[in-house]
């Protein structure tokens, strides 16, 4: 990031790929070997405090990311030139590094902060299945047609012989099998599936948990959430044991129950693989053909290595390219007028201040671990925020600081786009809102809630439910014309209490559930 905003300004659309010759300067999220040119080449990492000022992010994240900056300079040892500054440009100064390269970041707030510095040669962005020029490419040749991920992940496919015959035709005879991944979850409150890998903390891991304590108690520096045992990967060599446990132990199960949620098992069969790939740890082709060479050796369900598959090549690279190719004010869209601010319980992760379960049980999780599934992230906390309006800049911002692989590239597109369809269908055909029938078909939270999922009326109706109705009321003008919204808004003519409801739900304001 950059010590001072600037204006937006036209980046350069082609950048030079290579330069082994020069000091890397490595982003904390550029820490996997593929951002380097040469096994011997020179590096340069900055720690920056002036963000954790700038803005109140979740405590397992900024020892997550402090732990894997520091890290990686203890592998570097000599190669590395670390530094530790207020800004990014005290750092510079400091370290005093001479030229330097640096591949492009994934900010524009840091794109236009190596633009504007004149010792430094700006590279291609990595970590990536396809180059921001590709992409550019294939979105001009689209013409008129819409941008579609589908579309986007069968030509990444097609392009690595990912999943591929040799004839061009995907293996299975299928592109995509989401339509066997939808179960609800078992009878039971974990699933039969080995735990995710954990890593073992360390001295460094320590020394981060230290500074943090004194820049809570010194500089006045505020975190969200809960200090815990790390989680997740922070190095090379933890990232590909916690890839090998993954696909040796859980991704049979993966695809299966990859929509579904427990109560009792937030971690489900999902890889806990979102960190270190964020991280740059990992490049997503690498664990794409790992997936695809294991499930071949291994027999694994063809759709739980689909599914797998197309998180990984698909879904995170079509969001990654979206964040640039819509430009910065895409941010900025509002369609469908969302002011309200998000409410304290919400913003501050106080779950004990909730009644619903699904939603105080979600909020548990990000206060505790920084972390929850895709589903829950969507259906409950971006179902929620869409229900009751909550600002998608503003929620946006809260996904990218609470959750420990989040950054703005990620929450833009996801939550802007996709989950609170603030673009007006960009990324989204429809708004991704439901009442709580849906959580009761896809989760155990339902039970013995004290809110009854069928109700939508009365003091044990389900916020949710009364929610879902409430929204459709409320933007029935902006969604008529969207033919996945025809039957729900047909529904909505056939309440005979819709008065009582819209009574109930203003009455409810930003008061938890």
Known sequence: MSDEPAPPEALPETLPERSPSTRRWLFADQLGPHFLDSPKQPVLLIESRDVFRRKRFHRRKAHLV?????????????????????????????????????????????????????????????????SEAQFAGWAERRARKRLLMEDFYRDVRRQHSVLVNADGTPVGGEWNYDGENREAPPKQERLDVREPWWPTEDDIDEEVRADLDRMVRDDGVEFSGEDGPRRFAVTRSEALRALRHFLTHRLGQFGTYEDA?????????????????????????????????????NSERLASVEGFI??????????????????????????????????????????????????????????????THHIPRLMVLGNWALQHSYDPQELSDWFWANFVDGYDWVMTSNVVGMSQHADHGVLATKPYVSGGAYIDRMSDYCKGCRYDPKKRVGDDAC???????????????????????????????????????????????????
Not at 111 to 120: E, N, T
Not at 261 to 289: C, F, I, K, T
Not at 354 to 370: F, T
Not at 486 to 502: E, I, S, T
């Open 463 to 513: 916020p949710f439910t009364a929610g879902y109705w409430n929204f459709l009321h409320g933007h029935r003008e902006q969604l008529e014309g969207n033919r996945r919204m025809a039957q729900p808004l047909r529904g909505l003519d056939r309440l005979r209490d819709l008065d009582a409801l819209l009574e109930q739900e203003a009455g409810r304001g930003a008061d938890a559930p």
């Open 261 to 297: 949620m427990l109560a009792g098992d937030r971690w489900m069969a999902h890889s806990m693989l979102s960190v270190p790939l964020n991280l740059g740890l990992l490049d997503p082709l690498e664990v794409a053909r790992r997936a695809e060479d294991h499930g071949r050796k």
């Open 310 to 371: 197309r998180q990984v090549i698909g879904w995170r690279s079509y969001v990654w390219h979206l964040h640039w190719h819509l430009g910065e004010d895409y941010k900025q869209r509002n369609a469908l007028q969302a002011r309200t601010p998000l409410p304290a319980w919400f913003a501050d992760l106080d779950a004990d201040a909730v009644g619903a379960n699904c939603l105080s049980g979600v909020l548990r999780d990000v206060r505790e671990d920084g972390w």
């Open 66 to 130: 402090l732990s894997a900056l520091r890290h990686r300079a203890a592998e570097l040892g000599d190669r590395a030139v670390f530094v530790t500054a207020d800004t990014y440009a005290d750092g510079l100064r400091e370290a005093d590094a001479g030229r330097l390269s640096v591949c492009d970041p994934t900010s524009w707030r840091a794109r236009r902060l190596v633009r504007r510095l004149p010792d430094v040669e700006v590279l291609a962005s990595r970590g990536f299945v396809v």
